[in-house]
């Protein structure tokens, strides 16, 4: 099984440089000042508290919960089980029928080849800018067929590799570079071992939907490879996305959920007590609150398992999707406990 034999690894292991990788990492912030990315004791690479002031989960002036950072995610995707496209923006993934911004219910739109539906002018132009100028059917993009295939398999990953996909084309074309696109992903950890033989059957589709007449050098560079090392990518960084706005701590995603990938949220590491969580109030924008005060220079953590659960469900799940074994205070004290009462 994939997800019993993962290897945490570093995509900044190749030949990038110091000076490049320092500028991946600004672009990755993007100015933000309440935190900085850097080594975390056994975890890697971490998130921490930059200000020299501790921050308060509520905010005194305008009693409102205190935001580290907000971030739209590179790509996403609704859900492949609900099948309500039509009733969502297939951009920020907000709902059409409680879409009130401007006090106007009328501004929905929709591509006019291929009838994809957004809640605004301004999604549709960022779609197109992004990605759907690649995706969209009227151009002669197989990406329907794609689209049927994760459908039916139940399999969302090959889904935002096409997103992905079209996103390091557009940024190609548009500014002649992969600084904002290919290089930033080279910087999340991937899962490192020999692909399931289930992702050939996803390649196989995604190629024929989404490579037809390409130059030979295109393909080359987006071969099996390729494919492979953006799924590893997918595997490990992915974020179920429930939009609520009442959300108060994590809320564990489903099979249902829509999914996104997101550079700087990737970098925040787990924790069975964690001092954030990541909620979607309004759209796919993720939000990054606390669950408790942070000190200046604390790590940023969030669950990526549902702390409800035993230690032994807990470390279980764990290990099954994201290959580590947790060793925060809350679990080594709970396996002392337990230890305790086995003698």
Same mark, same amino acid.
């Given at each position: 099984?994939?997800?019993?034999?993962?290897?945490?690894?570093?995509?900044?292991?190749?030949?990038?440089?110091?000076?490049?990788?320092?500028?991946?990492?600004?672009?990755?912030?993007?100015?933000?000042?309440?935190?900085?990315?850097?080594?975390?004791?056994?975890?890697?690479?971490?998130?921490?508290?930059?200000?020299?002031?501790?921050?308060?989960?509520?905010?005194?002036?305008?009693?409102?919960?205190?935001?580290?950072?907000?971030?739209?995610?590179?790509?996403?995707?609704?859900?492949?089980?609900?099948?309500?496209?039509?009733?969502?923006?297939?951009?920020?993934?907000?709902?059409?029928?409680?879409?009130?911004?401007?006090?106007?219910?009328?501004?929905?739109?929709?591509?006019?080849?291929?009838?994809?539906?957004?809640?605004?002018?301004?999604?549709?132009?960022?779609?197109?800018?992004?990605?759907?100028?690649?995706?969209?059917?009227?151009?002669?993009?197989?990406?329907?067929?794609?689209?049927?295939?994760?459908?039916?398999?139940?399999?969302?990953?090959?889904?935002?590799?096409?997103?992905?996909?079209?996103?390091?084309?557009?940024?190609?074309?548009?500014?002649?570079?992969?600084?904002?696109?290919?290089?930033?992903?080279?910087?999340?950890?991937?899962?490192?071992?020999?692909?399931?033989?289930?992702?050939?059957?996803?390649?196989?589709? =995604?190629?024929?939907?989404?490579? &037809?007449?390409?130059? %030979?050098?295109? #393909? !080359? @560079?987006?071969?099996?490879?390729?494919?492979?090392?953006?799924?590893?990518?997918?595997?490990?960084?992915?974020?179920?996305?429930?939009?609520?706005?009442?959300?108060?701590?994590?809320?564990?995603?489903?099979?249902?959920?829509?999914?996104?990938?997101?550079?700087?949220?990737?970098?925040?590491?787990?924790?069975?007590?964690?001092?954030?969580?990541?909620?979607?109030?309004?759209?796919?924008?993720?939000?990054?609150?606390?669950?408790?005060?942070?000190?200046?220079?604390?790590?940023?953590?969030?669950?990526?398992?549902?702390?409800?659960?035993?230690?032994?469900?807990?470390?279980?799940?764990?290990?099954?999707?994201?290959? =580590?074994?947790?060793?925060?205070? &809350?679990?080594?004290? %709970?396996?002392? #406990? !337990? @230890?305790?009462?086995?003698?």
């Amino acid at each position: 099984m994939f997800n019993q034999l993962i290897k945490r690894t570093f995509c900044t292991n190749n030949k990038l440089n110091n000076v490049v990788i320092n500028d991946l990492y600004k672009f990755i912030l993007n100015n933000n000042k309440l935190v900085e990315i850097k080594e975390s004791d056994k975890k890697g690479r971490g998130l921490f508290y930059t200000q020299n002031t501790q921050l308060p989960v509520i905010n005194k002036e305008t009693n409102k919960p205190n935001i580290l950072f907000k971030e739209e995610p590179f790509i996403s995707y609704p859900s492949i089980i609900k099948l309500d496209h039509d009733k969502i923006c297939n951009h920020c993934l907000k709902s059409l029928e409680n879409n009130n911004s401007n006090n106007n219910n009328n501004n929905h739109t929709e591509c006019e080849g291929c009838n994809v539906k957004y809640c605004s002018n301004e999604c549709k132009e960022k779609a197109s800018l992004q990605y759907h100028s690649v995706l969209c059917k009227s151009n002669g993009s197989g990406f329907h067929y794609l689209e049927k295939h994760s459908q039916i398999e139940k399999r969302r990953f090959p889904l935002l590799a096409g997103k992905i996909l079209a996103r390091v084309l557009m940024g190609y074309h548009l500014e002649k570079s992969a600084n904002k696109t290919w290089f930033p992903l080279q910087m999340l950890t991937f899962a490192n071992k020999p692909a399931p033989l289930e992702w050939k059957d996803d390649y196989l589709i =995604f190629s024929r939907s989404l490579l &037809k007449g390409m130059k %030979e050098s295109s #393909l !080359k @560079k987006f071969n099996y490879d390729w494919f492979v090392k953006v799924m590893q990518i997918l595997y490990l960084n992915t974020i179920g996305i429930d939009i609520d706005p009442n959300q108060t701590t994590t809320k564990m995603s489903t099979p249902e959920s829509s999914i996104g990938l997101y550079f700087l949220t990737s970098f925040i590491n787990h924790s069975c007590d964690p001092n954030a969580y990541v909620q979607f109030p309004n759209d796919h924008t993720a939000e990054i609150r606390l669950l408790k005060p942070i000190n200046p220079g604390e790590e940023i953590t969030i669950s990526y398992a549902d702390t409800s659960k035993d230690i032994i469900d807990r470390r279980s799940q764990l290990f099954e999707n994201y290959g =580590f074994n947790c060793e925060c205070p &809350k679990c080594l004290n %709970e396996l002392k #406990l !337990k @230890k305790e009462k086995a003698t």
